[in-house]
């Protein structure tokens, strides 16, 4: 017989594809998209996935045989492998490494000498029934009669009888094991001996270990005029594009517009990616969708149980195999780019600017809003891109005409924008007329907006209560002993932490160098400005919104629970205040200091403050009212600002992606960025002269660095950064196996051990 090989991609950071001989009992059941375990290196076993069947044997060395088969059907269609090469190539990591981002763990097994374990159990439950041919009013009471001699057993039948209907009927329903043994001492015995005489039947159901509710499909919401108008734009556009960029001001109504679009998809009877920033799945949204979709709707992200994650994958398998359970539509986070989606019509990336679609870490760094633009390709489906604030790479993209672009300008119930309030705080200290943090401005329209019975949000980049803390005697600022950074403080847990590793000490009364008592707080964070809000206005019931208030996932519902029952009046937070808050009866949104996001030192600083802070802005004023905003800033002439009080993104990103040519940035240019990691100060200044002067041959490229970024130790690792810059029709291919070239050499080089080196492909 001749003889088959499997060409695998196994779970590990080499190469790419893998070959097997397929043994002879195994050839039928061997399919692209299952997964097999294999024999790697001296003793070990991994699972891997079959990508490909082929007679050809790769060559004359030695080949090891699959063990055994895992999947009866396959876990993932060959165009969801595509997406996984793509990537590989394109964000420079391996496909092992994709794999391994993509697949829940509990898909990926592994372990030594065969004892691989799959660790997905199906939550099942035990369903008890009447034999069916005892079913019947006559013969019951015979039954009973014969159990005469087991008192105890023919208890439990009754007991059995009553709850699934009575004694006189037929086709009786059938009962959960657990509750019918429940109230019987010894109750599981008995039944069992119920089971053993074939009077009673047993047998597993799959229960659902996800949000299992039965809400019926409602209507959809009538669009407004212009939403109307908007959404037949968008359908010509995609005509003629393949990707539509739909650039609607906040409260505009745009998810109202991506559910008709979805709705229309489904019908067509594909299925439909909505992704959303892992934040922004909030229960509104996810309800809404519900309403709309029913349990037609998956819900996918991080925070998810594996066992969780596992169930939606199989369901959207299962909707391709037409079967009950499978979701049409999934609404996720970023990683949900890799559920085994067979037929897409439809993607849709909301707030397709937001840094979160980029996965930092581990590889590969891939970006979702780009992996969606690829996917959209692949399926032949249509994407649709939604912001207030389009990144300049999608704007751009709009702009040369490569995306079809429609404009939403008209808010929802309200015809104008808030309105922008700029205070100076230079001014403001300058005559004292400071309170506390608050400008005049500031604390004015808190007090009036409370008096109306609204509620406030405040903005502050800055967890934490002062992101220093300083002795005014000798100068002593604490700093991290693993990083480069100062520790932070955070009053109420009494300590100094370290926001990138986690380090942390308790809250000096003090000074350990001089033993001055002067030492002083300085700066502001979150949990200063919830303190000293709830000083300042003594009635009013302040909340916080931040990493350290929300860790566990009901904290952050529960706070969004209270801001909508309106039993919090003010909420002050990180950028999670931000994003996707829609709140009916919020007035003011109050930026505290705008100077941290304008003077940051990025080149994308400025897209970023202006999209956050317009953000911000987008949380006051829904439905009837018109919201203001408060901005303080000591620099109210900057040129960020002044386009945001004129709510001119057009005008911000002129300007702004003109500078960007000039000095050869995105989204003009592309960008690689290599980071070297050493505990070793010369050892990463050495590695990276030696890749930087490799890297320098190449023609068509620009090169930065090496440099210490920003912060230039992190966990006791000193870093050194190459930046690559090329023009974005260089002939990337060359580029990127230069890079790799220069990759491999630079670990090889003696000494290297202990090396890390970190590759982003578009770093953001
Ligand atoms: P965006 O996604 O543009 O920020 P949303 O779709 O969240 O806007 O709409 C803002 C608010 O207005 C939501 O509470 C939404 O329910 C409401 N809304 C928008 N359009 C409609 C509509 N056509 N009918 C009813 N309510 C709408
Ligand atoms: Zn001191
Ligand atoms: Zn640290």
């Not at 009973?144 to 208890?155: F, I, N, W």
């Not at 594009?241 to 008709?260: D, P, R």
């Not at 620099?635 to 002129?654: A, M």
């Amino acid at each position: 017989m001749e003889e088959l090989f499997a060409e695998v991609i196994l779970p590990l950071p080499l190469q790419d594809r893998y070959t097997y001989l397929i043994p002879g009992h195994l050839t039928g059941r061997i399919k692209p998209g299952i997964r097999v375990l294999v024999p790697f290196g001296r003793r070990k076993i991994y699972s891997a996935l079959v990508t490909e069947i082929t007679p050809l044997s790769p060559g004359d060395f030695e080949i090891r045989q699959i063990e055994t088969v895992l999947d009866e059907d396959p876990i993932i269609h060959p165009v969801n492998v595509e997406l996984w090469k793509w990537m590989a190539e394109y964000y420079m990591s391996a496909q092992g490494e994709v794999m391994n981002t993509a697949l829940p763990s509990a898909l990926k097994p592994e372990g030594r000498d065969g004892s691989v374990e799959e660790r997905f159990r199906e939550k099942t439950r035990t369903i008890i029934s009447l034999n069916p041919e005892l079913d019947s009013p006559e013969k019951i009471p015979d039954i009973l009669a014969a159990l005469k001699r087991a008192p105890v057993q023919q208890t439990l039948f009754s007991h059995f009888l009553e709850l699934t209907g009575g004694k006189d009927i037929r086709n009786r329903e059938t009962i959960d094991r657990k509750s019918l043994i429940q109230e019987t001492k010894n109750g599981a015995n008995v039944l069992n001996e119920l089971i053993r005489k074939g009077i009673l039947f047993s047998r597993q159901e799959t229960i659902s270990r996800l949000y299992s509710e039965t809400a019926r499909q409602g209507d959809l919401n009538l669009l407004n005029r212009w939403q109307q108008e908007a959404i037949e734009e968008i359908r010509l556009k995609f005509m003629e594009k393949q990707t539509v960029l739909i650039h609607g001001v906040t409260a505009s109504g745009k998810t109202e517009i991506y559910i008709h679009l979805m709705d229309e998809i489904c019908r067509e009877g594909k299925q439909v990616l909505y992704l959303v920033p892992e934040i922004s799945l909030t229960p509104q949204i996810i309800n809404r969708l519900r309403k709309a979709f029913s349990n037609r709707v998956g819900i996918y992200h991080s925070k998810m149980s594996d066992s969780e994650r596992v169930e939606v994958w199989n369901r959207v398998l299962h909707f391709t195999r037409g079967e009950e359970d499978g979701y049409q539509i999934i609404l996720g986070a970023r990683s949900s780019v890799f559920l085994p989606f067979a037929d897409l019509g439809l993607i849709i990336v909301d707030e397709e600017h937001e840094n979160s679609y980029k996965q930092h870490d581990p590889a590969p760094r891939y970006h979702a809003r780009d992996m969606a633009v690829v996917m959209g390709q692949q399926h032949n489906a249509r994407v649709l891109l939604g912001s207030a604030t389009p990144s300049f790479e999608t704007y751009l993209n709009a702009m040369s005409g490569k995306y079809g672009l429609v404009k939403l300008l008209h808010r929802h119930g309200s015809a104008n924008p808030p309105e922008i309030i700029i205070a100076d705080l230079q001014q403001a200290y300058k005559r004292r007329k400071m309170i506390s943090i608050l400008t005049p401005e500031l604390h004015s329209e808190i007090g009036r907006t409370l008096e109306k019975g609204q509620q406030v949000i405040l903005f502050q980049n800055r967890r934490g209560y002062s992101p220093f803390l300083e002795c005014m005697n000798c100068g002593w600022i604490p700093a991290c002993q693993n990083c480069d950074v100062s520790l932070t403080i955070h009053k109420k847990a009494g300590r100094l932490s370290c926001h990138y590793c986690g380090h942390h000490i308790k809250l000096p009364q003090l000074c350990p160098r001089c033993n001055s008592d002067t030492i002083k707080m300085r700066g502001t964070g979150t949990e200063k400005i919830e303190d000293e809000i709830s000083r300042i206005f003594p009635e009013a019931k302040v909340a916080r919104m931040d990493l350290d208030s929300t860790r566990s996932k009901t904290a952050f519902e529960k706070i969004i629970h209270q801001l909508e029952t309106k039993k919090t009046d003010i909420l002050a937070g990180t950028q999670m205040v931000t994003k996707g808050l829609d709140i009916e009866h919020v007035g003011l949104a109050g930026v505290i200091n705008a100077d941290n996001l304008l003077n940051y030192p990025d080149f994308r600083a400025h897209e970023r403050a202006f999209q956050l802070m317009m953000q911000v802005s987008g949380r006051s004023g829904r439905k009837e009212n018109q919201g203001k905003v408060v901005i303080q800033t000591s620099q109210p002439e900057h040129p960020v600002i002044r386009y945001l009080v004129n709510n001119d993104y057009e005008g911000f990103f002129n300007e702004h992606v003109a500078e960007r040519k000039a000095f050869f940035y995105p989204p003009w240019f592309k960008m690689i960025r290599i980071a070297l990691k050493h505990k070793q100060q010369a050892t990463v200044d050495s590695a990276a002269d030696f890749m930087a002067r490799m890297l320098r041959e190449l023609r068509q490229a620009k090169i930065l660095g090496p440099e210490y970024p920003l912060i230039g130790r992190v966990q006791q690792l000193y870093t050194k950064e190459i930046w690559i810059k090329f023009p974005r029709q260089a002939a990337s291919v060359e580029i990127r196996q230069a890079v790799a070239g220069a990759v491999r050499e630079t670990r090889e080089l003696p000494g290297n051990s202990g090396l890390i080196i970190q590759i982003d492909a578009d770093p953001v």
